[in-house]
């Protein structure tokens, strides 16, 4: 799962969260911490969304303290964009690749539609990378997939 780093100020009665990653995720506020990570989960899948529609690079996760999780089909999605990105494929191409309509590859880009794991896993064939999925417990922080050791990672699911 990707994760993305968030500040979090306390700003008197209420949590305000930024992300340097997405500048244009600007003061997400919440009355509490639970609420404020909901809001900007729902802010990064926003930008990012935009970013896919705009054709505009996703980037990377950058270094920080807290970091928030993208819910994981959101995650593969955007694993799958970035490679599009990286080898130059375009969506025609992509469908050529897989046999698919292009409306079928616009809702495996698409964030908001849900996509059944066989479909992201042939997309990612189709760019020559494969999913692995690893199971974690709950308490676990899962810092591996944000690249970062002893750092807090915050999960909205």
Do not use: C
């Amino acid at each position: 799962m990707l994760a993305y780093p968030i500040t979090l100020e306390e700003d008197g009665y209420a949590l305000i969260a930024t992300s340097p990653d997405f500048p244009e995720v600007a003061a997400i506020m919440g009355s509490d911490r639970e609420e404020t990570i909901a809001h900007v989960v729902e802010a990064l899948e926003e930008a990012i969304a935009a970013r896919i529609h705009d054709r505009k690079d996703i980037p990377t996760p950058s270094g920080g303290d807290t970091f928030v999780t993208l819910p994981t089909l959101v995650s593969v999605k955007v694993m799958l964009y970035q490679e599009m990105r990286e080898q130059g494929v375009g969506k025609a191409e992509l469908a050529r690749r897989t046999g698919w309509y292009l409306p079928q590859v616009d809702r495996v880009l698409d964030l908001k539609t849900g996509s059944h794991m066989d479909k992201m896993d042939a997309a990612l064939g189709a760019v020559g990378k494969k999913l692995y999925v690893k199971a974690t417990e709950a308490s676990d922080p899962i810092v591996e997939s944000a690249g970062q050791q002893n750092k807090e990672v915050v999960s909205a699911m």
